[in-house]
């Protein structure tokens, strides 16, 4: 559980709309007894669903540059998973899938 990155400037995706505090996110990695993992990013959304997004493999990543590469475009694109990046990392071997959930 963390912060969205700010390395890319101020971007107002990064607050919530109090503008001062910080959006979380949290990453979950999920390990099947067939071997099979799943990791999860749910990203902090207000009066709207969470957003969160699924990705496999079945070849082994670098799931921390994954996942930094995905929040800071995220950021970037004011809080859409960029269809650019997710194409690209599918062409690596990572199948994602977005999800819409709301908060408990």
């Given at each position: 559980?963390?912060?969205?990155?700010?390395?890319?400037?101020?971007?107002?995706?990064?607050?919530?709309?109090?503008?001062?505090?910080?959006?979380?996110?949290?990453?979950?990695?999920?390990?099947?007894?067939?071997?099979?993992?799943?990791?999860?990013?749910?990203?902090?959304?207000?009066?709207?669903?969470?957003?969160?997004?699924?990705?496999?493999?079945?070849?082994?990543?670098?799931?921390?540059?994954?996942?930094?590469?995905?929040?800071?475009?995220?950021?970037?694109?004011?809080?859409?998973?960029?269809?650019?990046?997710?194409?690209?990392?599918?062409?690596?071997?990572?199948k994602a899938r977005i999800?819409?959930?709301?908060?408990?």
């Open positions: 559980m963390d912060a969205l990155p700010k390395e890319v400037g101020e971007r107002k995706f990064t607050k919530i709309s109090d503008g001062i505090t910080k959006r979380g996110y949290v990453i979950a990695e999920v390990f099947m007894m067939n071997g099979r993992q799943f990791n999860i990013i749910e990203v902090e959304r207000e009066r709207r669903s969470l957003s969160t997004l699924i990705l496999s493999s079945l070849s082994r990543q670098d799931w921390d540059t994954i996942y930094n590469h995905l929040l800071m475009n995220l950021v970037n694109a004011s809080g859409t998973w960029s269809i650019k990046s997710l194409t690209y990392f599918e062409g690596q071997g990572v999800l819409l959930g709301k908060f408990l």
